[in-house]
Each structure stands twice: as C-alpha cells, then as structure tokens.
C-alpha cells in the first residue's frame, strides 16, 4: 500500500513540475520619454493596441465596456506563421498606474502593464506568465517561446516608444 501512494504522489509530483514548466514568464521595460499621462493615455486606449503590438492584428470587443476592469476582448495574434484568438478580460485598472489582464485562449495566463514616473520620461513595463497546453509541447513549447515572445513584445514597447517620442 506504502508503495502505490509514493508512487502516486511522486506522479502528482512530476505533473505539478510539468506544469509549472509550462510557463514561460517574461518581463519587458522601456523608458519612454513622455510623461505619464501621455504613456497612460496609450495603454489605456485598448482599441489602438493593434496600431503598436505587431503580433496583434484586430481586437474585437466582446463587452459593453472599453476599459476597466470587466472588460472583455478577442485579440487576434501572430507570431511569424502562428495564430491565435487570444481571449482576454481586464481584471485590473489602476488609473496612471497599471493595466491587468487574463488570457482565456489556446494559451492562458496573466498580463499586467505597469508605469512608473521617472525623471526623464515613464518607465513602461510589461509582465506576461503565459502557460502552454501540454498538447501544443507544454513545457518545451514554454521554452521555445519565451525569447521570442520576449523579442515581440520588446518590438512592440520600441514601436509605442517611437509612437509617443515623435
């Protein structure tokens, strides 16, 4: 008996470790030289994401709402010939501040933009955990994904950057 529960906790073990694994956790800043409300401004206009983020190629509202929390969205996303429908609601507004999000698609997970005055602009940062379906490679998937997701949305924070400073 000893031996079926070890090896069944051992096996809860081992799933727990690949989900964990699962999740490709990335964090992205750029100091912008605009003020606050400038930068907040951009972030909470999220109808024009799509015109800074090169993965996100539409947003259709699924609420009433255009910001705040409740706020629901379909992204439609690209990353080189991969797409998606990524379904997300805000699950945080905090006015000049930060930006929640969860994402309820083929890939799950939270998202949070978070500014910062400084005294040479806004510090912008952008903090994504997204999880990968053990169907789609799960925790080599996670791997795969994390520098290239960390290059895209590098790109995109470039792109808003230029957008605000010109």
Known sequence: MVDIQHRLHHRSHLRQAIYDESLAAIVISVLI????DEVWEAAADLASHAEWMADAESIVFESETRSGP?????????????????????TEWE???A?????????TGAGRFELSPMATG????WREELRFPW????????WLARPVLAWVWRRNLAGLKRLLES
């Open 33 to 36: 030289d605009a003020s606050l």
């Open 70 to 90: 409740g706020t629901r969205m379909r992204v439609g996303t690209r990353v080189g010939p991969l797409r998606t429908t990524d379904l997300m609601e805000v």
């Open 95 to 97: 006015e000049r501040r």
């Open 99 to 107: 930006i929640g999000v969860v994402h309820r698609g083929l890939v």
């Open 122 to 125: 806004t510090r912008f940062t």
């Open 135 to 142: 169907w789609l490679g799960g925790p080599l998937t996670a």
